[in-house]
């Protein structure tokens, strides 16, 4: 299905063996040709970054030799393939050297997860000192937090994504739906980990059911990514 009109996935996990989204090029290959069949022209990979984990170095090193993988893969008609690293926000992330780098490549976007559990107002500070180092947070899928105080993140002036499953799901639809009217979320998301034909479909799903929302909301995201590099 095609829909006149960019459909970018801004989280999924198909980078072959950068974390636990992908166990092999086949199963990446596979990820593709799935959101191709949803209709997606295009893919930003955000593999997990944990900051007690890896240094930034240690996991751009491996996301590129991941990457040159799924190179070798990728033939015309799949979706193109953008690299960048979802963010798991700890407090004092804002000073780790090098942490413009897990950016979108190309923009200044960065894609941040908070951790499950209550916040503290540290955490929140610490999504707009990232902003005031001159990135862009996008956080992803908030519809996850349910009793953490979101509005304070769109208080910051941050743009949110959500994943498309949740929009498929009744309970949580109409509060989207407002979001997205209200210009909050700027992006969508499969967060496509295996080769789970289920996210392509609600992929697709979640974009009739978006109607009229759904250009604009690609549009915004066309704009996070102006610049970005395919691989």
């Known amino acids: 299905m095609r829909y006149g009109i960019r459909i970018t996935d801004f989280h ?31 893919v930003v990979a955000t593999p997990h970054f944990y900051p ?21 893969v990728i033939h015309p008609g799949m979706p193109e393939v953008i690299l960048g690293a979802e963010v798991l926000v700890c407090r004092g992330l804002e000073e780790m050297e090098g942490l413009e780098r897990l950016s979108v490549e190309g923009t200044n976007v960065i894609l941040l997860e908070m951790p499950f559990g209550e916040w503290d107002e540290s955490l929140i500070e610490t999504v707009g000192l990232i902003k005031r180092r001159g990135l862009t947070p996008l956080m992803a899928h908030i519809e996850r937090y349910e009793g953490n105080p979101i509005g304070r993140l769109f208080e910051l002036g941050v743009g949110c994504q959500i994943n498309a499953r949740s929009i498929v799901s009744r309970r949580r639809r109409s509060r989207l739906l407002d979001l997205i009217g209200e210009g909050k979320v700027v992006a969508l998301g499969s967060d ?18 978006l109607k009229d929302d759904l250009e604009p909301l690609m549009a915004e995201t066309d704009v996070l990514l102006a610049g970005a590099k395919v691989i």
Do not use: W, Y
């Not at 170095?57 to 590129?64: K, M, P, S, V, W």
């Not at 980990?193 to 799903?205: L, V, W």
């Open 12 to 42: 999924s996990h198909v980078l072959p063996g950068a974390d636990h989204g992908s166990d092999s090029v086949e199963t990446s290959e596979r990820q593709l040709e799935l959101l191709n069949g949803a209709g997606i022209d295009r």
């Open 52 to 72: 007690s984990d890896v240094t930034v170095g240690e996991f751009l090193d491996l996301r590129e030799r991941c990457a040159e993988a799924l190179r070798d």
């Open 192 to 209: 496509i980990h295996g080769a789970d034909k289920s996210c392509a479909r609600d992929f697709m799903k979640a974009c009739g059911l």
